[in-house]
């Protein structure tokens, strides 16, 4: 073995699901806008956790690989086509802690300005602001061009301000 070869330390599997349990619920139901959908995907994510061999460098790039396989398994459930011709609409969990005592801010104009965002947006919106990733790490999460996730960023906090009319001077 090489010395630039990554290590593959011993992952205890709950002291991951306890770190990185709220990042990958919260991108979970970002994308699918419902409770039942994120729970499942949630599960989905940390089974291919256990199952995989991935040799991971430090923690940063297992949270990374956490977050591309989140958003690899929302993007096929809802190409599925039983998510096509279903509606769903669900409130997000509410803050008594459940679901990996996950607390949510305070449903407010905004929150749900975020939720109305197309997912292209939404998606970039929330690994901005709320898991502080800077454009850069975004574009690579999601291999997309540094100048898309700008572009998208752009777009998103221009229909956030005509969404809220104004009413907030940070969006």
Not at 90 to 112: R, T
Not at 128 to 135: A, I, P
Request: with cysteine.
């Amino acid at each position: 073995m090489t010395d630039s070869a990554p290590i593959k330390t011993e992952i205890d599997i709950e002291d991951l699901i306890q770190k990185h349990s709220n990042t990958v619920y919260r991108l979970a139901y970002a994308r699918t806008k419902n409770k039942a959908d994120a729970e499942d995907l949630f599960q989905k994510v940390f089974l291919r956790f256990l199952k995989s061999n991935i040799q991971f460098k430090d923690d940063e790039h297992c949270k990374a690989w956490l977050i591309r396989v989140t958003i690899n398994c929302g993007k096929n459930l809802l190409a599925s086509m039983w998510r096509k011709k279903a509606i769903l609409t669900e409130d997000p969990p509410e803050a008594s802690g459940e679901n990996n005592n996950i607390h949510w801010d305070d449903k407010s104009e905004i929150y749900y300005a975020v939720m109305d965002l197309p997912e292209k947006y939404r998606i970039v919106v929330h690994l901005f602001y709320y898991e502080d990733y800077s454009v850069k790490e975004i574009a690579q999460i999601l291999h997309r061009k540094e100048s898309t996730v700008k572009i998208h960023l752009y777009r998103a906090r221009q229909l956030l301000k005509s969404k809220l009319k104004g009413e907030y001077d940070y969006v």
